[in-house]
């Protein structure tokens, strides 16, 4: 019996989710807090993860193609990132007007760099918005979560990022385009069809398994913002000793603050964070194939 190639196959059902997903308006949540800052550039850098909004279709029952949405994704074969020479420019202190322009530059680099990876892997692409805000707000997913610097929201597709007076005295560019490229791997997790096995499986998971299944999208996450982060490498916004204080400090630091291993011990997300941007492809991120040991 001849049949097509299974990434084909596999790439086919995830052009159909896509459809689904937008003529069913899913709703899912994700939050993150940006980037080391003032305090010796060591405040906390976090993403938290809400599950889909009541009374939306996934909610209830969500649409299941299966868990090859996450282990065998299309993304993880097109090799290397796109490197679309971004160079989002400096970030003064003290100013909103450059904080919009400099994350404004830095989504238009994401969105070319990913844009190009799925058009390898043969799936649809959607650019999310951006919006950058100065206090809390009540998104079309729902209210804003406790303690989060970052929202993507994919009702209407909108990562929205709040910048504090803190991190407006003191802005740290790497730390903070590190958390949009992390709120950025979230929103490639939901329209390659990654996040429906998440959500779907989660929906009937027992407290462990949910708790895997959040460190497996977070740390993916992680990594997917470290391949883009690869990218610029040795350039003046990452420069070697920047990333190597950052991976240093999720390693001594990143778990501090959750009750939950929700994201991976600090030398979990290091690795992933290490892995991504050595290798420099989504390829590299597959955290839903890996041994359970590396994803603690």
């Known amino acids: 019996m001849n049949s097509a ?15 689904a997903l937008a003529a069913a308006g899913l709703v899912v949540v994700l939050a993150g807090v ?16 809400s599950p889909p909004a009541k009374g939306s279709s996934e909610s209830k029952k969500g649409p299941s193609i299966g868990r090859a949405l996450a282990t065998a994704n299309p993304l993880y074969r097109t090799g290397r990132l796109a490197d679309v020479n971004c160079a989002p ?14 994350l404004t530059r830095v989504t238009n680099c994401l969105n070319k760099a990913w844009g190009a990876q799925f058009r390898k892997a043969g799936l649809p692409f959607a650019k999310p918005r951006l919006r950058i805000i100065t206090a809390k707000v009540r998104t079309p997913c729902g209210t804003w979560n406790t303690g989060a610097d970052g929202v993507y929201c994919s009702t209407d ?11 407006l005295r003191n802005p740290f560019p790497l730390g903070i385009t590190r958390l949009i490229a992390h709120e950025y791997g979230h929103h490639v997790q939901q329209i390659s069809g990654i996040w429906n096995y998440y959500w779907t499986a989660r929906n009937v998971a027992g407290k462990a398994k949910r708790l895997q299944l959040s460190r497996n999208s977070e740390l993916q996450a992680e990594c997917f913002s470290s391949v883009f982060m690869s990218t610029m490498k040795g350039t003046a916004l990452v420069t070697d000793a920047d990333w190597a204080y950052t991976v240093d400090w999720f390693r001594k630091n990143g778990a501090k603050g ?5 994201h991976g011990k600090g030398p979990t997300q290091a690795a992933w964070m290490t ?12 955290t839903w194939a890996a041994a359970a040991r590396n994803t603690l």
């Open 5 to 19: 190639p299974k990434s084909k196959l596999v790439a086919l059902a995830v052009a159909m989710l896509a459809l």
């Open 258 to 262: 959750w009750p939950q291993n929700d």
């Open 275 to 286: 892995r991504g941007f050595n290798r420099g492809g989504p390829g590299a991120c597959n």
């Open 34 to 49: 940006a980037t080391p800052s003032s305090e010796s550039r060591n405040g906390a850098a976090r993403q938290l993860s």
């Open 157 to 167: 597709r909108t990562m929205y990022l709040m910048i504090s007076k803190d991190q």
């Open 89 to 102: 420019g400096d970030l003064p202190a003290g100013s909103m007007t450059a904080y919009r322009r400099f």
